[in-house]
């Protein structure tokens, strides 16, 4: 009976724990690291519109910063953006390089037209191999995308680019979606990055 009774109070607690876990997941979407408040890129000084932390269940995978040339106060104001921009991340576990790379072209799919997709394989073929060029990005390191008009977005794995730049403002507009667009990759990190998380 004692066995009984145990098994049922370990099992409500660890229920209660999980509950816990995964509000607490939900209702603290901001980044831990500590990104700069400015950043340079191309001679344009960009400012800090928000971070937050990217949750895969009540797993932590990335923080994030969005940097943009000024405050925005919508999604469609950030996309709209002339412009460089910049993202910033720090892997918060391992990471496998192949994974990470198809997540980001689900999550580009996932927000753009078929055509849009077709358009922009050969510089989505080219992210997929930058990110599985590594076998994983271990926690606590840092990657990037910046996209500068005229030049495209180059991709940056512990600060160092990796290639020439590739794609368009129309490419980047899809990337900026995977986390800014109507199927983000978390609500709660979309508002996080606009600036929109409650502390």
């Not at 990471?95 to 799919?109: A, C, E, N, Q, R």
Request: aromatic share 8%.
């Amino acid at each position: 009976m004692k066995t009984a009774i145990s098994r049922s109070l370990l099992a409500r607690i660890a229920g209660g724990l999980a509950i816990a876990a995964a509000s607490l997941a939900l209702t603290a979407p901001v980044a831990a690291a500590a990104f700069e408040p400015a950043r340079t890129v191309q001679g344009s000084q960009l400012v800090l519109q928000g971070t937050g932390t990217r949750y895969r269940a009540i797993f932590k995978v990335y923080d994030m910063a969005l940097y943009l040339p000024g405050k925005v106060r919508t999604a469609e104001e950030a996309l709209a953006t002339q412009g460089p921009v910049r993202l910033s991340f720090v892997a918060l576990r391992d990471l496998p390089g192949t994974d990470l790379g198809l997540t980001f072209i689900k999550g580009l799919t996932a927000n753009a037209t078929p055509e849009q997709v077709r358009r922009h394989t050969p510089s989505s073929n080219r992210l997929i191999e930058i990110f599985s060029g590594r076998s994983k990005l271990v926690e606590g390191d840092a990657f990037a995308m910046e996209y500068v008009p005229g030049q495209g977005t180059t991709f940056f794995i512990q600060g160092e680019p990796q290639g020439a730049p590739v794609g368009d403002a129309e490419y980047f507009g899809m990337i900026l979606r995977i986390w800014l667009g109507d199927a983000p990759a978390d609500r709660k990190l979309k508002d996080a990055l606009l600036g929109l998380a409650q502390p």
